[in-house]
């Protein structure tokens, strides 16, 4: 007797509704979430930033990439003592999270947190380097 | 015509990746993340400001010391510049330069009938940024580091804890944040300019490195009224190499061979 690859009626229906019931479990959080997805983040600049107009490299650039640059920072400040970076434009920086970056960008809940918080990642940066006293947690 | 299992199977293999490939092949064309915003050219350097020396070493005359009120100011600037908390428990203590006495800093050089200023006076001892150092070839990680100008270094991002160097360290020179230190820290001694430690990472004198880099001594030496001098020991017209033309001066454990580059005119 040849074997045959076909479901037998009586269980099609079985099957059918178990997808049913799958497929909704699976793709809960999707429908579950629709229309209510978080605010695009709106860091807030300080005064002293405003006034700056441009930071170290421009806006996309430090969007983007700005944990690496900080990472270059690092490796040559600690392992090479080359404190000095000079950006296209010419305009010297001292290469220092704590003396440059957080100087201008003091307001660390309402710029770093901003984004870090809505892309979900712990940048222990702070637990260092300074953190304004009045945001302490 | 009847679909079987195994030819199923393989449409659904080839697709699956087709479907796969796409976004690798996307990442691999948009060439590994570049191209955000300027891909102008920029130049790090070091500032026009910084010191640089061959080895940097410290000379400390021990004959202008008297008592251990004359060290105070020296490692109070220490601990001000560098955010050295202040911990109550001796176990959990942080100390980048502090006093000890000649037979614990000098162990085998003291005898019993050592002369009295000797054996009394507080000797300051700090890490000794050796020519060969033990600490760096026992960690695992190059936190800690010998860096060309001799400063042997900690890069407390890449400090895991493990405390191997402490181990290491034949002087003590190490300690570690078994705590938050922040909490031991007062504002009004708090240097914002330099960062704090995070709890479960070693720390130690760094010669001051950051102020080095600006064109300013140690911040002990500023304090030492000339007593600690500081410069190149491969220049042979520096001060320090001066200093040990002409003065009789040890090393804490020469006979380990760290060549520590802290030596002492006693």
């Given amino acids: 007797m040849k074997m045959s690859n076909k479901i037998q009626t009586g269980d099609r229906k079985v099957i059918i509704i178990g997808l049913a019931i799958f497929m909704a479990i699976a793709t809960f959080p999707f429908w579950y979430n629709h229309g209510k997805a978080a605010p695009k983040p709106e860091p807030q600049y300080t ?9 170290v490299r421009d806006k996309e650039y430090m969007k983007a ?36 970056c957080l100087d201008c960008h003091s307001n660390k809940a309402e710029f770093c947190d901003k984004c870090h918080n809505y892309a979900s990642v712990n940048p222990y940066c702070w637990d260092c380097h300074i953190d304004n006293p009045k945001e302490k947690k | 015509m009847e679909t079987s299992r195994r030819h199923f199977l393989k449409i659904a293999g080839i697709s699956t990746l087709g479907i796969g490939a796409k976004p690798v092949l ?28 061959k080895h940097w070493g410290m000379v400390i005359d021990t004959r202008k010391f008297e008592s251990a009120e004359d060290l105070e100011p020296i490692v109070e600037a220490c601990d001000k510049v560098h955010n050295i908390p202040k911990l109550e428990n001796k176990n959990h203590e942080i100390k980048w330069i502090w006093e000890e006495e000649y037979k614990h800093a ?9 002369d009295e200023r000797i054996e009394h006076l507080p000797f300051l001892v700090l890490c000794n940024h050796c020519e060969n150092p033990p600490c760096v070839r026992a960690c695992p990680t190059k ?23 402490m181990a290491a360290c034949p002087y003590g020179s190490r300690s570690f ?15 914002k300019k330099f960062p704090t430690r995070m709890k479960g990472v070693v720390e130690k004198c760094n010669f001051c490195a950051e102020r080095l880099a600006v064109g300013k001594m140690p911040a002990c030496v500023e304090a030492s009224n000339g007593a600690i001098a500081f410069g190149d020991l491969y220049d042979p017209e520096s001060e320090v190499r001066e200093l040990l033309k002409s003065n009789y001066a040890i090393q804490r454990k020469q006979g380990l061979g760290t060549d520590p580059a802290v030596y002492y005119i006693v």
């Avoid at chain 1, 690496?68 to 490796?75: C, H, I, K, P, T």
């Avoid at chain 1, 003592?81 to 010297?92: F, I, P, Q």
């Avoid at chain 2, 000098?106 to 050592?114: A, E, R």
């Avoid at chain 2, 944040?177 to 240097?191: A, G, K, T, V, Y």
Wanted: charged content about 30%.
């Fill in chain 2, 106 to 114: 000098f162990p085998g050089k003291g005898h019993k009938f050592v």
């Fill in chain 2, 143 to 165: 936190a800690t580091f010998k860096r060309e100008d001799g400063i042997v270094l900690m890069d407390f991002h890449r400090c895991i804890g493990c405390r191997f160097c």
């Fill in chain 1, 47 to 55: 005064e002293k930033a405003k006034a700056a107009k441009t930071c």
């Fill in chain 1, 65 to 100: 990439e700005h944990m690496q640059l900080l990472d270059v920072w690092r490796d040559t400040v600690v392992r090479d003592a080359s404190r000095k970076y000079t950006n296209s434009s010419g305009a010297e920086f001292d290469m220092s999270l704590s003396n440059t």
């Fill in chain 2, 26 to 53: 996307d990442v691999f064309a948009s060439g590994g993340g570049e191209g955000h915003g300027d891909a102008a050219p920029v130049r790090i350097d070091k500032g026009a400001d910084a010191m640089t020396a």
């Fill in chain 2, 177 to 191: 944040n078994f705590r938050d230190p922040r909490p031991f820290i007062s504002e009004e001694d708090h240097n």
